[in-house]
């Protein structure tokens, strides 16, 4: 029998507590060995109401599975205010320690989300010290995000405090990741096949069922609240057109999913059109975004909703009545672990426009029945001394991390960046935010707009058309069939039970180790990451 050992920093809402919370649930239905989960993490929030919620599952499927919760503070965010943590190697060596002493178990399986994304160094030093000295304390490496991938600040705070290599390959380490390109750059960094393993994320299906007198009485229920209650922080609504259409942004406005691209699309787009937007950043490096975001909802220059995902059960809807009410999905994220969110399109039936980016390469052949379109670029013109500005800032952004790397990494880099400014019409998303805003601002000029508007003509005619289309019902059951096949709980169970039945070829792999230097692991996953698309401005 198993003891499965879960480890995150928090369970607070959002993408990896949303894997953790459905990946329990389908291991317990489908995983047969699975005797005991336990839950660990630094932060009491929230918990309560997912250990509830998978309970509540576990009786309704009739699985006695014992479930627990251990709150450790040494698991919580520490953020890199300083580089170096006091007395880091006393701290690390302590809390694996205790680590052991509470959870190490011989017929355990550690599963550990994000234990390198540089929230928490100690933590991540305490795991690597664990598969250093405990080898046969069997744990999976779950990495949904790589500090790597544009997130430098995380891996300088890493990189100052780590004494072992990230990435160990020992007989009793695996690797799960969620999308294709990141087994490809683990594989190709030099970890063997064998160690690495793909888990797409699992998905809870439904169906929507909305009828279109029900999609008119949630879109009434949201416009008549906001205009007599206001904002959620209590201030007024500037623009929200109740005859316009709703294109929906349902994600968290932080730096990478790049919210200001969205509201340009929606500006530009002929007739009235609501951008929904239903969550703020909240992290003190991503607020200030976030309410650069806010303040021009609240000036007038962005039509729509800003933070509605707060206020779903006040106004009385749920979060699929606002999803099955809107006319697109509309993603402009230049950054995404899964791709849940395109996922949530076919699930509630809608069109989706958004940003093409690499992780859709291993999915993207879900969508044959769906309206969907990915882009490539948004071009706007920007003057000369603007472009030079930014030139100049992207080479101070690759200054301060060009020690992490050979020379010759940062030049291509260098060059990449140089030759996406080398033009008028440059991509938005290559911008640093006050050029964002300033753009924002002058789509309040018809003759700019017009300039806009052909310069990116066919993804506009695509967004409009989206706007204004429905979904076929077979085409949309068809899409159903074919996401509970990918990702449903049975899926997931199968993929989560192969990584566990490999431990037991040890031996093979144990072969195949020798042959491992982490250190050159480490070097090729940066050098696999250093790419303009993961050193845009947003990021700082």
């Not at 004494?163 to 063997?192: C, F, Q």
């Not at 703020?280 to 976030?290: A, D, L, Q, T």
């Not at 849940?340 to 029945?369: C, H, T, W, Y």
């Not at 003759?447 to 990116?456: G, M, Q």
Request: net charge positive; proline share 4%; charged share 25%.
């Amino acid at each position: 029998m198993i003891e499965l050992y879960i480890f995150h920093y928090h369970l607070l809402p959002g993408g990896v507590t949303s894997v953790i919370r459905d990946g329990v649930k389908a291991a317990g239905k489908y995983m047969e060995d699975i005797h005991s989960i336990t839950l660990i993490t630094g932060k009491r929030e929230n918990t309560g109401d997912v250990i509830t919620g998978i309970k509540k599952y576990f009786d309704q499927i009739k699985k006695n599975i014992t479930l627990r919760f251990k709150y450790l503070p040494g698991m919580d965010y520490v953020y890199p205010g300083k580089f170096l943590i006091d007395d880091f190697n006393k701290k690390a060596v302590t809390l694996a320690e205790e680590l052991i002493n509470q959870f190490g178990s011989s017929s355990g399986i550690w599963w550990v989300h994000n234990h390198h994304l540089g929230k928490n160094p100690v933590f991540t030093q305490a795991m690597l010290n664990i598969t250093e000295k405990y080898k046969d304390q069997r744990i999976i490496f779950q990495i949904h995000d790589f500090p790597e991938s544009g997130r430098f600040e995380n891996l300088k705070f890493l990189k100052s405090n780590i004494t072992s290599p990230l990435y160990p390959v020992t007989k009793s380490v695996r690797y799960a990741v969620i999308n294709t390109r990141d087994r490809d750059i683990l594989i190709k960094s030099g970890i063997p096949d064998g160690f690495v393993y793909l888990l797409e994320n699992p998905v809870e299906i439904f169906s929507t069922g909305i009828t279109e007198a029900e999609k008119e009485s949630v879109r009434n229920k949201i416009f008549d609240y906001f205009r007599k209650k206001g904002l959620p922080d209590r201030s007024p609504v500037s623009i929200l057109f109740k005859e316009g259409k709703i294109a929906l942004y349902p994600v968290r406005s932080i730096r990478r999913k790049n919210v200001l691209e969205a509201a340009a699309l929606t500006l530009l787009v002929p007739g009235k059109t609501n951008l929904f937007v239903t969550l703020p950043g909240v992290s003190k490096h991503e607020k200030p975004y976030s309410d650069s975001v806010k303040k021009l909802y609240a000036e007038g220059f962005i039509p729509g909703l800003f933070g509605i995902g707060s206020r779903l059960d006040l106004i009385g809807i749920s979060f699929a009545d606002m999803m099955a009410a809107g006319d697109t999905v509309l993603s402009s994220s230049v950054q995404e672990g899964f791709g849940f969110l395109f996922i949530q399109s076919m699930l509630r039936g809608i069109p989706l426009i958004a940003r093409k980016i690499d992780v859709l390469a291993g999915i993207e052949d879900i969508f044959i029945n769906h309206p969907h379109f990915f882009y490539s670029e948004f071009l706007c013109p920007v003057q000369k001394k603007d472009r030079k500005l930014l030139i100049d800032e992207y080479k101070q952004k690759l200054s301060g991390i060009k020690n992490l790397l050979p020379e010759i990494s940062i030049e291509k880099a260098e060059a990449e960046l140089n030759m996406e400014l080398d033009n008028e019409m440059v991509d938005f998303s290559f911008l640093n935010i006050p050029l964002q805003i300033k753009t924002i601002k002058k789509l309040q000029s018809e003759e700019y707009k017009t300039e806009l508007y052909r310069a990116n003509n066919f993804l506009m005619d695509k967004l409009q058309s989206f706007l204004h289309k429905s979904i076929d019902i077979n085409s949309y059951k068809k899409n159903i069939e074919i996401i509970e096949k990918r990702f449903g709980y049975r899926a997931f169970a199968f993929h989560a039970e192969r990584i566990v039945d490999s431990f037991k070829d040890a031996g093979i792999l144990e072969r195949e180790r020798n042959k491992i230097k982490s250190e050159q692991i480490e070097t090729s996953v940066i050098d696999n990451f250093l790419k303009k698309d993961y050193l845009r401005l947003i990021y700082e």
